[in-house]
T-cell receptor, first 111, second 113 residues
Framework: DAGVTQSPTHLIKTRGQHVTLRCSPI?????VSWYQQVLGQGPQFIFQ???????GRGNFPDRFSARQFPNYSSELNVNALLLGDSALYLC??????????FGNGTRLTVT | QKEVEQNSGPLSVPEGAIASLNCTYS??????FFWYRQYSGKSPELIMF????GDKEDGRFTAQLNKASQYVSLLIRDSQPSDSATYLC?????????????FGTGTRLLVSP
């Protein structure tokens, strides 16, 4: 079975641009979460979606948005990119037992 | 006070020794606890989870949970150089109507041959 898949793996953008990151959860998992991990820190929660509904949002500005599609895949959008948005963006899907598995991540560099 | 605290390390142990990694958390209501291993430049990989007080063993790994003390630990027996990585402690915490994983900053483990 395929794990959590994310695309692209790497991305370079300039300040002020917009970016869209994509994620497909493990087959059968209906919950998708997004995390941001800056260098030297643990992942920080951004969003959680379940059955296409936003369940929770972390302490991130409105420039960050997300959605979940009927096939449970998800997109994370970030507008008006700042240098500080440079990070590893992780998508995770959750089993019914609450075990969270991460994809390989998208490394975003903002110049 | 940080919600999940870990010593950033590095923790250096010789090959074959026991590595002990510790984590404390602030939310007394938390019920699920996880340890992730993260190699440099890679995403976190779930290696252990524990829900009940006491010890849980899986191969060379043992997770220990003490809810009264709000303390979780990970023991790695017979440490190998390939265990060198950052170990992230994560706690499932209740937020307004949903649960989210809250991570510590991670402990860097170095196992020398």
């Amino acid at each position: 079975d395929a794990g959590v898949t994310q695309s692209p793996t790497h991305l370079i953008k300039t300040r002020g641009q917009h970016v869209t990151l994509r994620c497909s959860p493990i087959s059968g998992h209906k919950s998708v979460s997004w995390y941001q991990q800056v260098l030297g820190q643990g992942p920080q929660f951004i969003f959680q979606y379940y059955e296409k509904e936003e369940r929770g949002r972390g302490n991130f500005p409105d420039r960050f948005s997300a959605r979940q599609f009927p096939n449970y895949s998800s997109e994370l959008n970030v507008n008006a990119l700042l240098l500080g948005d440079s990070a590893l963006y992780l998508c995770a899907s959750s089993s019914s037992m609450g075990q969270v598995s991460f994809g390989n991540g998208t490394r975003l560099t903002v110049t | 006070q940080k919600e999940v605290e870990q010593n950033s390390g590095p923790l250096s142990v010789p090959e074959g020794a026991i590595a002990s990694l510790n984590c404390t958390y602030s939310d007394r209501g938390s019920q699920s606890f996880f340890w992730y291993r993260q190699y440099s430049g890679k995403s976190p990989e779930l290696i252990m989870f524990i829900y009940s007080n006491g010890d849980k063993e899986d191969g060379r790994f043992t997770a220990q949970l003490n809810k009264a003390s709000q303390y979780v630990s990970l023991l790695i027996r017979d440490s190998q150089p390939s265990d060198s990585a950052t170990y992230l402690c994560a706690v499932n915490m209740e937020d307004t109507g949903f649960q989210k994983l809250v991570f510590g900053t991670g402990t860097r483990l170095l196992v020398s041959p």
